[in-house]
């Protein structure tokens, strides 16, 4: 067995993985043409370069804008963890972005049971576990947050279909002009409704946006959390603290574009500062990444042994958010 093939069926975590940048490209192509949708290019190697997150963004967005009602987010959720599971993905913890969806009209409830119908049928077919993180979309601002979690709390109360599969709220999109505390009612309101928290900060922020996520909003991981190396101090404390960053290697180079090469990221030097850094894909469709790939590439920039991965898929399962005997049984 090769290191790729090895690693590719290693049995894997994820916990920062986007649906919606998992959309195969030619389910993008096919909702785009049904909804009238332009691309500006069906070239989708074309559409998929980036200069920077927030060029990325725009492209997402426009993936997003093709989901139009329950059945499309069922088949994302299924497609999503076929996918996932054809590249030795177990369980994973995946971002949805309800924002532009429930500013154009549609109901929270369908998004969340649509992605739960396709899920469990993907599940029932792979054996491959998949549970939800409702992100705030911060280009809509603190009030869409704060009214997205709020009808969160409401499904949940209700026991609305799927909802059991949503455990916990997040944030992503855009950094640049954005302050995290400025989304504090919108994490306590779900903190109060019983759902963890993450978020993202780090990508395109300096290290105290990154302290204030878990300070101010009190999240218990952060997606990303590159910059977080420029600060020492609180690199040791977060090691110490054993505070998961959920870091997409690759998605920064192709992404964020935050480095030259895979070789200039600093990955090991976080691991070697004792950080709890998992390895994720992000946006694997959109950026032509699977997780086993995500590993080997990883293991083969810098040097990783097969055993050095198993300890990295191990902290993955560490930083979930599956009670102690669910964790056991991914071990
Ligand atoms: N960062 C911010 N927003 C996102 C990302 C990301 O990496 N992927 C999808 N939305
Ligand atoms: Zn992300």
């Known amino acids: 067995l090769d290191l790729a093939t090895a ?45 920077s997150l927030d060029e990325f963004l ?29 590249h030795g993905r177990v369980y994973a913890e995946m971002f949805f972005t309800p924002a532009r969806h429930l500013a154009g009209g549609q109901r929270l409830g369908d998004v969340v049971a649509g992605l739960a119908e396709g899920i469990a049928a993907a599940e029932a077919q792979t054996g491959s576990k998949a549970m939800l993180i409702a992100d705030i979309d911060r280009a809509f601002g603190p009030a ?79 997606d990303h959390g590159l910059s977080l190396v420029d600060d020492p101090e609180l690199v040791r404390r977060f090691a110490a603290e054993r505070i998961p960053l959920t870091v997409c290697p690759n998605s920064n180079i192709r992404i964020a574009n935050a480095f030259p090469a895979l070789a200039d990221h600093p990955y090991p030097a976080m691991r070697a500062a004792g950080l709890l850094a998992t390895v994720n894909t992000d946006d694997p469709a959109m950026t032509d990444l699977d997780l086993g790939y995500e590993y080997t590439s990883v293991a083969e920039a810098f040097g990783y042994t097969f055993d050095d991965m198993v ?17 056991r049984a991914l071990r």
């Open 144 to 222: 869409a947050g704060l009214d997205m979690v709020t009808e969160l709390g409401e499904l949940r109360r209700a026991g609305a279909p799927g909802i059991e599969r949503v455990l916990g709220v997040g944030m992503d999109s855009t950094e640049l002009g954005v302050d995290p505390v400025s989304f504090t009612e919108a994490y306590r309101a779900a903190a109060a409704a019983g759902f963890r928290l993450t978020g993202h900060q780090g990508e395109n922020s300096p290290p105290s946006a990154i302290a204030a996520v878990v300070d101010v909003l009190g999240a218990e991981r952060v």
């Open 311 to 327: 300890t990295i898929a191990l902290d993955g399962v560490e930083a979930t958010w599956l009670d102690p005997d669910a964790k």
């Open 7 to 51: 690693l590719d069926l290693l049995p894997k975590v994820e916990l920062h993985c986007h649906v919606e940048g998992t959309m195969r490209p030619g389910t993008v192509i096919e909702l785009a043409h049904r909804g009238g949708l332009a691309l500006p290019t069906e070239n989708l190697d074309e559409l998929y370069s980036y200069g």
């Open 58 to 86: 725009s492209i997402f967005w426009l993936v997003q804008s093709t989901l139009a009602g329950r059945d499309d987010w069922a088949r994302l959720g299924y497609e999503s963890v076929l996918d996932a599971a054809a």
